[in-house]
């Protein structure tokens, strides 16, 4: 199987402060996505890295890829208290295979 | 925002109710999905579709049924709703496909069977 798996489960910061949250997946890969959900709602594409990239930036978001170690992370710099949501890595052609996410809380 | 709508938001059904979610996409998308997850729990893949009169199931074994007679169409049917169909459901869709696959996801329908 392809699916990520997203580490930590939960965390949990001050306002302001930097989160990083890994995903690890089982088999060569073409690119990986990270998705954001907020509660009780569907999910929200962020950041796609190709597997020949090694580091993305999207505003805030800070995304890098190790294919040797099969791994990549999320980096949210300067956290708001709206960056609170579930963080999922997906990795596949099609269809995509989520992984079970980092549940992020910021607090203000 | 993504062009992706579901009905309903929110259902309450007694067990043995037949059932249809509705989901719809303006984007022109072929491919399409459907989706269970419980509250912070992961999503599994029970349904999708690569185009119309084209349907597969997921990863997970689902007693529900789907369609795809129009692109932009995509519902879901359970046939008599049991309680452990109790779950969040989410619709997404997708355009080429391939190895920049990237899924626009619904607001999701969130179902209590009782």
């Known amino acids: 199987s392809q699916q990520g798996e997203e580490d930590p489960q939960a965390l949990s910061i001050q306002e302001g402060e930097n989160a990083t949250m890994n995903c690890s997946y089982k088999?060569?890969?073409?690119?990986l996505q990270w998705y954001r959900q907020n509660s009780g709602r569907g999910l929200v594409h962020l950041i796609l890295i190709r597997s020949n990239e090694r580091e993305k930036h999207s505003g805030r978001l800070r995304v890098t890829l190790d294919t040797s170690k099969k791994s990549s992370s999320l980096l949210i710099t300067a956290s708001r208290a709206a960056d609170t949501a579930s963080y999922f890595c997906?990795?596949?052609?099609?269809?995509?295979?989520f992984g079970k996410g980092t549940r992020l809380s910021v607090i203000a | 925002e993504a062009d992706i709508y579901q009905t309903p938001r929110y259902l309450v059904i007694g067990t043995g109710k037949k059932i249809t979610l509705e989901c719809s996409q303006t984007?022109?998308?072929?491919?399409m999905y459907w989706y269970q997850q419980d509250p912070g729990m992961e999503l599994h893949l029970i349904h999708y579709s690569y185009g119309v009169n084209s349907t597969e199931k997921g990863d997970l074994s689902s007693e529900s049924t789907v369609s795809r007679i129009r692109t932009e169409h995509f519902p879901l049917t359970l046939e008599s709703a049991r309680p452990s169909h109790t779950s969040q459901y989410l619709c997404a869709s997708s355009d080429d496909g391939g190895p920049q696959e990237t899924q626009y996801f619904g607001p999701g329908t969130r179902l209590l069977v009782l």
């Open positions: 088999t060569s890969i073409n690119n």
């Open positions: 984007m022109g998308h072929d491919k």
């Open positions: 997906a990795t596949g052609n099609t269809p995509l295979v």
